[in-house]
């Protein structure tokens, strides 16, 4: 008996386990990959991972998705179930299920909000620093806003976006790693120029420098050749060219607004169009992702970025501008009242209370004793420099300097460059024993503290482009702006919309990321249904490509969150709210120009080199108008 149980007990045991596989692989994990908040009336593209508990499973039923009862079916893409064109309307919560053979298997409620909404925490943002001329709470309003909109904009999402805006996104763009090395380099670099301040080395380079620059056109003629030799890289040039700039700018009498707009529109303006540059990877990326699918453009995407250099008007033309206002020595809008205020009182920080982006000049004032030697400052500069084009060489590949340098990674070189230039700068000082280790860990420390609000300010910047994103801010502004547009006005309205996603989110890279891969086959499909594809000529092609990576350089320039605009800002002394104001009306001139007189008369056919030559013609002829002389204080006798 005793026997006979065990036996029939233990074949039990051994049928329940030969059957749990079975049971198991009937089972399967779903995973819903939802929005954050749904945009009422436009479309989303949803995707649902399965993972079968069994491995060996060779086919899972199709699922279906219901969004407030109305059923989207799915295809199947790289092992995952996608719903196209999935869509929600009403007011409240979206009801989602996920149904599978009858049964609901996933259950959700997702927010949504009218699609207008969007827009708002970047336009909330951009118009109240502009309107109380404090950045920082701005941009923590236009946070606060875009959480609380995320949270479906609830009474209670109110505190809970308030605590999420600083918990979630804020804290997501410290630890995200290109942000992290951008905060470092930068703290590196104010650091480098913290010592070679206190070394007598900025000296030494002023003393060296303003024989030859010795006007305040010449000086300006100094900072913007010295931005053109760091081409290859905007933030590099930013940085370098600011902070070493400065005291050159402050014993000419140049105003800080005004060397903050040399930097800015030398910068990103010549990175994009340069053919070596760590611009270049990322936007023949971009190209290349865009075109895949389209089978009948066999171009390259190198080739297609070649090309689309020649319709990149606004880069050109606030180059030229920068030029232009320079020989001539004419200003306009509230640049010309800071002029002036530097030549006539030698006041070159702008009188505001802000102190954002600006130093002490105390705190990084020459030591006293130390013989000024400009070789302190520029061999740290030219170690920088080099650092930066051996890092792009180590990190990138392919067969030419162009594919080198475009498939880098500029955040490692910017990294380790920035380290040896302020290694290089602390030894040299030690080495001649200028200052004492004490002297030189405090004037490295006097360097980076000044960049402090400057990176809460650029953090926020970050923090708000995530926003932007989980709002799908962009999806918003491309389903507003139709697919019914002709081809002549299409590059146009490429530019504009590539130029507002930029001012609105902060990031030319995020718009450029967010558009080409829309703008690009949109483009291909209207030429290809009405029969211009096959005449070989692309210039509305290439024209729509220079749209979204220039326009997205102009609206950045333009907006007040930007991260470039922000460093220049910091490089430069200069307030930030300052700079935005007095550099907007530039930018305006020469994007007004570019569009009105290069962009659309390309696109009506007229000849890449007729538009250039009309849009510097517009450009030069508005200064003219516009702008009043400002004299050199020390022609007008003050010195």
């Known amino acids: 008996m005793g026997r006979g149980f065990f036996i029939w007990a233990s074949s039990v045991l051994l049928g329940c386990t030969l059957l749990l596989p079975t049971a198991a692989s009937a089972s399967t994990e779903f995973e819903m990959q939802l929005p ?31 969004v407030n009862d109305f059923p989207y079916m799915p295809s199947r893409a790289d092992g995952e179930w996608v719903f196209t064109d999935v869509a929600a309307t009403g007011k409240g919560a979206a009801v989602v299920t996920l149904e599978l053979t009858g049964e609901v298997v996933e259950h959700a409620e997702v927010p949504v909000i009218p699609a207008w909404v969007s827009i708002l925490p970047p336009l909330v943002a951009i118009g109240m620093a502009l309107l109380i001329r404090s950045v920082l709470p701005a941009l923590m309003l236009g946070l606060w806003l875009g959480a609380w909109a995320i949270e479906g904009l609830t009474a209670k999402g109110v505190f809970i976006g308030l605590f999420a805006s600083f918990e ?56 913007w050749s010295l931005g053109l030799l760091i081409f290859f890289d905007d933030y590099s040039n930013t940085l370098v060219v600011g902070n070493t700039s400065r005291s050159i700018t402050d ?8 060397l903050a707009y040399l930097v800015d529109s030398t910068a990103a303006p010549l990175a994009t169009v340069a053919l070596v540059t760590t611009w270049i990877g990322y936007q023949v990326s971009l190209i290349g992702d865009a075109i ?78 130390v013989p000024p030697r400009a070789f302190n400052a520029l061999i740290p ?87 932007s994103r989980e709002l799908h801010t962009a999806d918003f502004l491309i389903a507003s702006l139709g697919e019914t547009i002709p081809p002549s006005v299409l590059p146009a309205a490429i530019f504009v919309l590539a130029a507002f996603t930029a001012f609105s989110t902060g990031s030319s890279w995020g718009a450029m990321g967010i558009l080409l ?84 008369p390309a696109s009506l056919g007229l000849s890449w080199w007729v538009g250039m030559l009309l849009a510097a013609s517009v450009t030069a002829l508005g200064l003219r108008l516009l702008g009043q002389p400002v004299e050199d204080y020390r022609q007008a006798g003050d010195a």
């Open 36 to 66: 954050q908040v749904f945009l009422e009336g436009i479309a989303y593209d949803l995707t649902v991972s399965v993972a079968a508990t069994d491995p060996t499973a060779s086919s899972q039923p199709t699922p279906l998705l219901r």
């Open 168 to 223: 979630v996104y804020v804290a997501n763009a410290v630890a995200n790693y290109d942000h992290a090395t951008i905060m470092l380099f930068t703290f590196m670099i104010a650091g480098m120029v913290g010592v070679i301040s206190r070394n007598g080395g900025m000296r030494g380079i002023v003393e060296w420098i303003i024989t030859g620059a010795n006007s305040a056109k010449r000086g300006q003629l100094a900072v």
């Open 251 to 258: 014993r000419l009498r140049i105003s800080r607004e005004k």
């Open 292 to 369: 895949a699918p389209l089978d009948d453009l066999t171009m390259s995407p190198y080739s297609i970025f070649l090309n689309s250099i020649l319709y990149s008007f606004y880069p050109f033309m606030a180059i030229l501008l920068v030029v232009l206002v320079i020989t001539t020595g004419r200003e306009f809008g509230p640049m010309l009242a800071a002029e002036r205020r530097a030549r006539s009182t030698g006041v070159t920080a702008p009188p505001v209370k802000s102190r954002v982006g600006q130093d002490d000049e105390a705190a990084l004032a020459m030591k006293e004793g």
């Open 381 to 467: 500069v030219a170690v920088m420099i080099l650092g930066i084009l051996v890092g792009l060489y180590v990190t990138g590949e392919g067969d030419t300097i162009g594919e080198i340098i475009g498939s880098a990674n500029s955040y490692r070189a910017l990294m380790w460059a920035s380290l040896a230039g302020a290694l290089v700068a602390i030894l040299m000082t030690a080495a001649q024993r200028l200052l004492t280790l004490d002297e030189i860990v405090d004037a490295w420390v006097s360097g980076a503290r000044f960049t402090f609000i400057a990176m809460i300010i650029l953090v926020l910047a970050w923090s708000m482009s995530e926003i």
């Open 517 to 600: 891969p829309l703008a690009l086959p949109l483009c291909w499909a209207i030429m290809s249904s009405q029969g211009l594809t096959s005449g070989g000529d692309y210039s509305i092609l290439y024209a729509s490509v220079s749209g979204v990576l220039a326009g997205a350089v102009w609206g950045d320039h333009c907006s007040p969150i930007s991260d470039t605009t922000v460093m220049s800002s910091l490089s430069a002394g200069c307030d930030h709210i300052e700079h935005v104001r007095t550099q907007l009306p530039y930018a305006v001139l020469a994007g007004a120009a570019a569009l009105l007189f290069g962009t659309i």
